[in-house]
């Protein structure tokens, strides 16, 4: 269901309080600071809380966030060491309510305004333009294609997303293409940050740019797609874990680092593949090996010497799984038919001679770009 101003509001403010406020960011151990970050944080959840009276229309929002943003301001307002994150939260609020009264200052890199109109759009234009030069280098061909719009929406059933508080989902069936991120609002943290920022990589990666240089119209890639959900959830978890540890992630989005950010990563990763909801036994396994075999394709590069490094090894298998997952013929039903194939060749322990043909065909690939082909070769591989 999309969001009410009131929710509207709470979600911004709940977003605010875990971009800047989080007690597990805090700059300080000292106890004057955490008590005023305490109350600070409180100050946003009674915000939060109380939108849903003060908050009826749009036009409510931008007030009602500068009221919060005053009431930041006087915390702690005659103490000589005033906590920065008290001024970052007051800033932050007082630049949202300058860009919810002006749907203008809000717009995906397309272009085209995105519907969601709570602050995840930057976040969003961020990761999308990261997807696009990964997928089109040159920046040529899809600087613009597809178009796509984002979501917010809010969940009536926050029990189907626990132990988390979100989750997201693509329909690439219609133009412009659209991303939906669910959410459960209240007690938003920095780890959910990541979990959302998991999300909007899985989305993009997996499902948006999923037959992205063919037309539009596509079949949307069920959950039981092993390609889709398996060998390139891998792909989109492995950007996730690099933008971490390179410290490339916007730290105004993402100020969890360190162990804890990547184990929030993991947490959210590994739980796709423990139990998903509505997926056989079999299924599940599909899912679980062909991670698996995308994670073989790059240690095969680099084992046999068709990549000179590590790191060149997985920017190989990388640039092969975006360019077929993109390419003009691609679709969930073929693509799971490809990825059935290279798995059995891939994880072929006895002829390990099989493996290192198809991991081969994979490169070759990259150039030919032949996606009839490619699927010929690893069949014909597979079947030894
Ligand atoms: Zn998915």
Redesign the pocket.
Known sequence: MSLRPAERAALLLWLCAARKLDPDCCSSDDQATRNLVDAALSCIDNGAKTAAVDVVADDDISPYLLRIADALCSLGQNKPDRPIELAAAEALLRQIADFVGDFDGESSITGERGRTASGILELAGIIEARIRILIDPTNRLIREIPSIFYVTAFSESPQELAPFRMNGGTNISCSPRVVTLVFKFEGITSLDLWHLAYTLH?ELV??TFQGAFGGNGLRNAHASSHW??GWMDTVARDLVLEWLKHGEAPINWLPLRGDAAEAAVWSFHNSRYEAPIGLKKDQILSRSRAREACRALSDILSACGMASSVDEAKELSRKFSLSVNSHAHADFKRLDSLGANLRVALLNRVREEIAVEAARACLAFISHKDLTKLEADVSSIAQG
């Open positions: 899985h997996c499902h889709t959900e």
